[in-house]
């Protein structure tokens, strides 16, 4: 279980906000709007209004004592960068902060983020790609080569085998779990059967999976 300073509740931060509720992690919520702070109550351990620009306030709320501070400001770019600095001076351990535009990603940096996320721009790329075949069910990059694809098994592969697949020695693409009746299972022999209702996880690089698929 991790402790989780997040600041910033719009539709992004209270999504933040739910996930962390759900996987069992600690969090307090901060924003300076009242509404915001009420409605993330549920799915938080603690929350508090105030404006994470002033120093005075941000240090009272003791930022060396999380495993992570996420910086999820929508509305004033300022306010992301100047909380951004705040919680880098006052000694937090790891500050993700959010950004809307490639510009404001290298700011956020600079100002000693950790880690910058891109909302928009992570969605785009998802949709873009999983529009690009009725296979590709959802994927997660791991950087600018590889990446985590669940696809749907094609008709060609129903029937088959891991091994009489072979799509390592073909593709470079390995198999790494199979999903069942919702129930991801991480146990793949050779001697596996893939069949139409099942969905896979496989790695690889895109442009591998692109020519597997035949996109």
């Known amino acids: ?7 910033g509740l719009g539709r992004f931060g209270r999504h933040i906000a739910q996930k962390l509720s759900d996987l ?3 969090v307090l919520a901060v924003d300076s709007d009242e509404a915001r702070v009420n409605a993330v109550l549920p799915w938080v351990t603690n929350a508090q209004i105030g404006d994470s620009t002033n120093r005075e306030f941000l240090s009272a709320l003791g930022v060396r004592n999380f495993d992570a501070c996420i910086v999820a400001i929508g509305d ?3 306010n992301s960068l100047e909380t951004t600095d705040l919680l880098k001076e006052l000694g937090a351990k790891k500050v993700i902060a959010r950004a809307s535009r490639g510009v404001q990603e290298k700011f956020l940096l600079r100002c000693g983020a950790d880690e910058v996320v891109y909302p928009e721009k992570q969605l785009a ?3 873009a790609i999983r529009c690009t075949s009725e296979y590709i069910l959802d994927y997660i990059e791991l ?17 088959k085998t ?4 072979d799509l390592r020695k073909k593709y470079g693409i390995n198999i790494l779990g199979i999903r069942k009746d919702g129930a991801l299972d991480m146990c793949v022999l050779p001697e596996t059967v893939l069949t139409s209702v099942n ?11 692109q020519k597997c698929l035949r996109i």
Not at 162 to 165: A, E, F, G, I, S
Not at 200 to 206: D, I, S
């Open 1 to 7: 279980m991790k402790s989780v300073l997040l600041i």
């Open 24 to 26: 069992g992690h600690q």
């Open 76 to 78: 004033s770019f300022q």
């Open 125 to 127: 790329a998802w949709t």
């Open 143 to 159: 950087d600018g080569e590889y990446s985590i694809f669940e696809l749907s098994v094609p008709a060609e592969w129903a029937g």
């Open 162 to 165: 891991v091994l009489q697949l």
């Open 199 to 209: 969905s896979v996880l496989v790695l690889g690089r895109a442009r591998a999976i």
